[in-house]
T-cell receptor
Framework: NAGVTQTPKFRVLKTGQSMTLLCAQD?????MYWYRQDPGMGLRLIHY???????AKGEVPDGYNVSRLKKQNFLLGLESAAPSQTSVYFC??????????FGPGTRLTVL | KNEVEQSPQNLTAQEGEFITINCSYS?????LHWLQQHPGGGIVSLFM???GKKKHGRLIATINIQEKHSSLHITASHPRDSAVYIC????????FGKGTRLHILP
């Protein structure tokens, strides 16, 4: 099993550009999550999904959109990137409301 | 006031020492998680607990629901234990602490 994978691992964007981060899991987990991690702050939940076709807002959803068209994939989109979105993004998945398994992270820089 | 407070923020110890990391929270919770973030950035879930105590190898996690406090202990610490340890509490949402950076010297 690959577990939770994220692509890309690194990306540099210019302000206003758009991009999509892909999270994939092969554990048949229902729940998937997108977090951001910034220096001096704890992980913060952006959006999450409790099943295929469902999404919900987390703590810091503004500026991001998500989609869960397939159970194994959870996409995070930035429509118009801003420097404040420079961060490390982690995806996670879980079987129900249980232990979360994290991806390796995506380091995004917005210039 | 942060809803999840960890102490200490940073800890340096010698190999072999007994390590304790504390987590206090101010909200009602259904579960508490301890996570380990490696120097390379990867995050691994260590424990999820809602009462009592759990043990895995040299790691022990305890929780006192009445006192809203949890501790993570590492026995016979080793340089490979050097990492950031993160406490997270879960009720209707999940809230993460800022982490404790542990450095074990050989």
């Amino acid at each position: 099993n690959a577990g939770v994978t994220q692509t890309p691992k690194f990306r540099v964007l210019k302000t206003g550009q758009s991009m999509t981060l892909l999270c994939a899991q092969d554990m048949n987990h229902e729940y998937m999550y997108w977090y951001r991690q910034d220096p001096g702050m704890g992980l913060r939940l952006i959006h999450y999904s409790v099943g295929e076709g469902t999404t919900a807002k987390g703590e810091v959803p503004d500026g991001y959109n998500v989609s869960r068209l397939k159970k194994q994939n959870f996409l995070l989109g930035l429509e118009s990137a801003a420097p404040s979105q420079t961060s490390v993004y982690f995806c996670a998945s879980s079987y129900g409301d249980d232990t979360q398994y994290f991806g390796p992270g995506t380091r995004l820089t917005v210039l | 006031k942060n809803e999840v407070e960890q102490s200490p923020q940073n800890l340096t110890a010698q190999e072999g020492e007994f390590i304790t990391i504390n987590c206090s929270y101010s909200v009602g919770i259904s579960a508490l998680h301890w996570l380990q973030q490696h120097p390379g950035g990867g995050i691994v879930s260590l424990f999820m607990l809602s009462s009592g105590k759990k043990k895995h190898g040299r790691l022990i996690a305890t929780i006192n629901i009445q006192e809203k406090h949890s501790s993570l202990h590492i026995t016979a610490s080793h340089p490979r234990d050097s990492a950031v340890y993160i406490c997270a509490v879960k009720d209707d949402k999940i809230i993460f602490g800022k982490g404790t950076r542990l450095h074990i010297l050989p």
